[in-house]
């Protein structure tokens, strides 16, 4: 991801403008600050979706719903459209229907955020999304490493404060099950992921 429009310095983007944008180009839009996003490499969509197809499958009939990149979450959404962030995830699980309701995009955290990385999400705007998933209160947010075949799980803390006040996070290595701890009895096996790669 790289910041767009910097002949703009100073410039703070809102949801309304970037509904106002007229592009074939994806855009993140964080703290205000626009980030254009590369098209994922054939490794992160062959990731993107064999774990899309599992959490599919277990969840057809149930009242969770599972959503690809690219689908606009509006973590801290405000009525006016004023508000300054809006990320797309790779993979994102949502039990809230009213969330989705206007059919345009989520509207607050989502249960679940799942981001593969690659050369184009640069470590800056993985930090601040990090740092919004958290305040918006997102239970479970996964960071899937290709290269070093890891997977980095943040469990929301339940402490009871307002915002939440972190995450418990683990790293997984290769070939591990991992529990799905916003939706139990679904583990999802990465000996079979990596082995699409």
């Not at 509904?19 to 180009?25: A, I, N, S, Y």
Request: charge should be negative; charged fraction near 25%; glycine fraction near 8%.
């Amino acid at each position: 991801m790289s910041t767009v429009f910097k002949e703009d310095e100073g410039l703070r983007y809102t949801y309304a403008d970037y509904l106002l944008w007229k592009t074939d180009k994806r855009y993140e839009i964080i703290d205000g600050e626009a980030y254009m996003m590369a098209a994922p490499s054939v490794a992160r969509q062959a990731i993107s979706r064999e774990l899309l197809v599992q959490f599919w499958n277990f969840l057809k009939g149930k009242g969770c719903q599972v959503f690809a990149a690219p689908f606009d979450v509006r973590l801290f959404p405000r009525e006016d459209g004023s508000d300054d962030t809006v990320v797309q995830p790779d993979i994102l699980v949502i039990c809230d229907e009213a969330k989705i309701a206007d059919g345009r995009a989520c509207r607050g955290a989502p249960d679940m955020v799942i981001e593969i990385l690659s050369p184009s999400n640069s470590e800056i705007p993985m930090l601040l999304k990090f740092t919004k998933y958290l305040r918006a209160g997102v239970r479970e947010y996964w960071i899937i490493d290709p290269d070093t075949k890891n997977v980095q799980v943040h469990l929301l803390e339940k402490d009871g404060k307002t915002p939440p006040e972190h995450y418990i996070s683990s790293v997984y290595g290769d070939g591990e099950t991992l529990d799905v701890s916003v939706l139990p009895g679904l583990a999802i096996d990465f000996a079979g992921i990596w082995g699409v790669l």
